[in-house]
């Protein structure tokens, strides 16, 4: 069964970055793709963008163009997501989900990662 | 980008009886529609998809219907661990992926 755990909650200043990881277990990132999907509180999720890990490719939102990495380590089936520039409005938590190349859904999803954007 | 509104925002249903949720696209989107519910503190998990078949291990009182522009997933008869609040995903074509508000099923 693969399990998805992501890094723990984070506080930051505004105009600061964030890096949240998301470890593969019981599987590999290999033949998939890692979508990182954040929820404001009291609303729907959001999708970021994704990684395609077997052909390097990388898919964002236009909305986070500039402000969003997303990255892997293969070889620690590993994925990271890094926001920066962050605004009061980026509090939220972010989810990292493996997303079957096949058929574009997500399967597993990570416990997910509280970000709080406070001065 | 595809645009999904979900209705109600809020449904109030007794444990045992039928509700109804429904998810409108603002193009077709064929039958590249999948439903989630996520329940307090959790991630989302898949319920259904291809807008009529249930995810692996969900139980047959999860139904879902329809395709193009109009979608609908029905819980025949609700238990304890069903109010929750429901999500649609649309996954047709290319990305972005989108998701609706969301409807909260609560207790009557």
């Known amino acids: 069964q693969v399990q998805l755990v992501q890094s723990g909650a984070e506080v930051k200043k505004p105009g600061s970055s964030v890096k949240v990881s998301c470890k593969a277990s019981?599987?590999?990132?290999?033949?998939?793709?890692v979508s990182w999907v954040r929820q404001a509180p009291g609303q729907g999720p959001e999708w970021m963008g994704r990684?395609?890990?077997?052909?390097?490719?990388?898919n964002y939102v236009q909305k986070f163009q500039g402000r969003v990495t997303i990255t892997a380590d293969n070889s620690a089936s590993t994925a990271y997501m890094e926001l920066s520039s962050l605004k009061s409005e980026d509090t939220a938590v972010y989810y990292c989900?493996?997303?079957?190349?096949?058929?574009?859904?997500?399967?597993?999803w990570g416990q997910g990662t509280l970000v709080t954007v406070s001065s | 980008e595809v645009v999904l509104t979900q209705s109600p925002a809020t449904l109030s249903v007794s444990p045992g009886e039928r509700a109804t949720l429904s998810c409108r696209a603002s193009?077709?989107?064929?039958?590249?529609l999948a439903w989630y519910r996520q329940k307090p503190g959790q991630a989302p998990s898949l319920l259904i998809y291809?807008?009529?078949t249930r995810a692996t291990g969900m139980p047959a009182r999860f139904s879902g219907s329809g395709s193009g522009t109009e979608f609908t997933l029905t819980i025949s008869s609700l238990q304890s661990e069903d109010f929750a609040v429901y999500y649609c995903?649309?996954?047709?074509?290319?990305?972005?992926?989108?998701f609706g508000q969301g409807t909260k099923v609560e207790v009557k």
């Open positions: 989900a493996r997303e079957d190349m096949t058929t574009n859904l997500f399967d597993f």
């Open positions: 019981g599987g590999t990132f290999s033949n998939y793709a």
């Open positions: 990684l395609i890990p077997l052909l390097n490719i990388v």
């Open positions: 193009q077709n989107i064929s039958s590249n």
């Open positions: 291809g807008a009529s």
């Open positions: 995903q649309h996954y047709n074509n290319w990305p972005p992926w989108t």
